[in-house]
């Protein structure tokens, strides 16, 4: 549970840092926009791969997977064309999170 708790925060934090990054407003639904579609994603993979057991590896796999699929996912949601414009998002999405989750695997 504590390992679901602390993912949700990592991808709270991206949300929130990147509204304030552009300037926005913080708002519940904003973040929920941004956050909840990859923290679905990288819950759903973890089921499969726990990336804080076993091999390394299994981080890699659920990042490399997961976040690519909740940016899909979220841009569904909030109605915004995948296109080459996405992958700005996404890149940052994986740079942002891969060391917190590694922090993440640590502490577990």
Same mark, same amino acid.
């Given at each position: 549970?504590?390992?679901?708790?602390?993912?949700?925060?990592?991808?709270?934090?991206? &949300?929130?840092?990147?509204?304030?990054?552009? *300037?926005?407003? #913080?708002?519940?639904?904003? +973040?929920?926009?941004? @956050? $909840? /579609? =990859?923290?679905?994603?990288?819950?759903?993979? &973890?089921?499969?791969?726990?990336?804080?057991? *076993?091999?390394? #590896?299994?981080?890699?796999? +659920?990042?490399?997977? @997961? $976040? /690519? =699929?909740?940016?899909?996912?979220?841009?569904?949601?909030?109605?915004?064309?995948?296109?080459?414009?996405?992958?700005?998002?996404?890149?940052?999405?994986?740079?942002?999170? $891969? /060391? =917190?989750?590694?922090?993440?695997?640590?502490?577990?």
């Amino acid at each position: 549970m504590a390992k679901r708790v602390w993912e949700a925060g990592v991808f709270v934090l991206f &949300a929130v840092v990147g509204t304030l990054s552009h *300037g926005r407003a #913080v708002t519940f639904v904003g +973040v929920l926009e941004t @956050a $909840l /579609p =990859l923290w679905l994603a990288w819950a759903l993979l &973890a089921r499969w791969r726990d990336p804080y057991e *076993g091999p390394l #590896v299994h981080l890699f796999l +659920v990042w490399g997977l @997961a $976040l /690519p =699929l909740g940016v899909l996912l979220r841009s569904w949601i909030v109605g915004s064309e995948v296109s080459l414009a996405t992958l700005p998002f996404l890149l940052i999405a994986m740079a942002f999170t $891969l /060391p =917190l989750m590694a922090l993440g695997r640590k502490l577990a």
